[in-house]
């Protein structure tokens, strides 16, 4: 039976510990705030441009762009993984690498965004092509920087794809691995039964609004594709920081809650050592009297 010495170094030692996680739960819950505001944010933005580049594709039904281009044999393949830079965020990377773990390793070649990707890829002995780095609060040069490097293997031949394995936000309590096709550029979801104009450059909703597109459909499309991968990634990003910081702030959360409890269980254990001490040395006394008449 431990000493009451013991349980008080215990539970000083715990308590050190949940001031620690407490003051973690407060810091995570500030920049989850804004994390979630950011990726909220971003959200109407993306829906608008893959509903506008929806309407162009519709126009623009001859158009042709490498960024478009399906090859038939697709012989390798690049996965951009977007991890965190740190832990204590509960299962958030345990997830999102097990999903990387089912991806073919022959075939596959990482580009690693957080360096807990990179510690995964170099454990499993993959392939490492690139680790990029990319702030807390995540820039969109950051995403430009690591669409520049996929767009580029893509088209210079070296991958016939790319897709994007990270952690999407749903809620504060639930963040989900999703791997999303990047490259080439599948069919882009926006108004569906648009109705072409009599003129080139003009399109209808269907709605019956009228879209006037200047100078055509075609330039308009070969200009916003690029624009379109960045953003793309960019909004991965927030959704990957939002995951990260409502994950570490539940976690934490749960860590100072779970510290509690065992200081309570420590106290009460402490109070009944502590009591039993005492009604010990009591009837040594009251014993001790007796036999002294």
Do not use: W
Not at 200 to 205: I, Q, T, V, Y
Request: aromatic letters at 6%; proline letters at 3%.
């Amino acid at each position: 039976m431990p000493s009451t010495r013991d349980i008080r170094r215990r539970i000083k030692s715990i308590k050190n510990t949940a001031q620690i996680t407490k003051a973690m739960q407060m810091v995570a819950a500030s920049k989850m705030r804004r994390a979630q505001d950011a990726a909220m944010a971003g959200r109407p933005y993306a829906e608008l441009m893959n509903r506008m580049l929806a309407e162009v594709t519709g126009t623009a039904t001859d158009f042709q762009h490498p960024l478009l281009e399906k090859r038939t044999n697709t012989k390798k393949r690049a996965v951009i993984l977007v991890s965190t830079d740190k832990g204590l965020c509960g299962g958030l990377n345990t997830n999102l690498l097990r999903d990387a773990a089912q991806l073919d390793k022959e075939n596959s070649i990482f580009i690693c965004a957080g360096r807990k990707g990179a510690q995964f890829v170099g454990r499993t002995r993959r392939e490492l092509t690139a680790e990029l780095s990319y702030a807390d609060v995540p820039e969109f040069s950051d995403a430009r920087t690591i669409a520049k490097f996929a767009v580029d293997l893509y088209s210079e031949g070296t991958v016939d794809a790319v897709d994007v394995l990270f952690t999407n936000f749903i809620s504060t309590i639930n963040q989900k691995p999703e791997l999303r096709q990047l490259l080439p550029i599948g069919e882009i979801k926006g108004v569906e039964d648009s109705v072409t104009g009599e003129n080139e450059g003009r399109n209808l909703d269907a709605s019956g609004q009228e879209f006037l597109f200047e100078p055509y459909a075609s330039e308009v499309l070969s200009s916003l594709l690029p624009h379109y991968i960045n953003y793309q990634l960019f909004q991965i990003l927030l959704e990957s920081k939002a995951s990260e910081h409502s994950s570490r702030m539940v976690a934490m959360k749960n860590a100072t809650d779970n510290a509690n409890q065992i200081i309570k269980d420590l106290t009460l254990e402490y109070n009944k050592i502590r009591q039993a001490s005492i009604t010990s040395e009591l009837l040594e006394i009251t014993t001790a009297q007796m036999a002294l008449g």
